[in-house]
């Protein structure tokens, strides 16, 4: 399962990013449906799914709530990183792509996508590592779109495509590597469970900004209200209906 999780997240990253670099420029026209659908699946599943097990598993909700709070001003500060780009805005102005820094737009992505990678398994009530397939599917909607706009801003900054290649494969790593450090962790017993509790309640409070910002955004900025409604209500649907049938 977890081999899957690695392949699964690397892809998600490394294919779409790949295309805009050697290929031809994705229609980011089209990303920004994609994002809404996406901010309304992270959303809805924080909600009904890592918020709960987080106060049902804590010994302190009150620290999870603050933890929380904490996350959320805590990708604010990331965003002053990378401008919201993946998430929040596409850059579709190839002038605007010069004014970004490659290196410093790519450690502030990598750094997200590392806890992203590292919620996707924590510990049941018996020990065992449990996986989130539910999560997994709203992280992979979130990476493509990312991975497309880092690529275009490589492309633009880099005329070796070695060089953005190589940025690029950074980005793409980070999930998967945030998977096999928590896994790790829990199999050598670094972390406990309530500190497993702390780390996800930081990056649901990462998931509440990114999924906001998403949707207030791109649905106000890109398309139409009622199709920005349409399209939030059957992500945030998904989300429901997997959690429901996955228990």
Known sequence: MTLFYIITLLLSALVPGLLVIYYRRLLRSDMHLLMIF???YIFSITIV???PELITQTINPQRVGL???AGFFIQILLDSATSGIGHSHLLEDEEVMHHYSPVMLTMGLSIHALMDGSILI???ADGRIEYATGLLIGIV???IPAAIALAGVLKMSFKNGRFAMILLLVFSLAS????I???MFHEMNIMSNEGF???FAVISGNFIYISTSIFFESGRKHTAWKKTVFISLTGALMAVLIEVFSH
């Open 67 to 69: 933890l929380i709070l």
């Open 38 to 40: 996406a901010g309304a």
């Open 197 to 199: 509790v702390m780390l």
């Open 49 to 51: 799914h890592l918020i």
């Open 176 to 179: 998967p590597a945030g998977l």
């Open 122 to 124: 924590h510990p049941g």
């Open 181 to 183: 450090f928590s896994e």
């Open 141 to 143: 909607l979130h990476k």
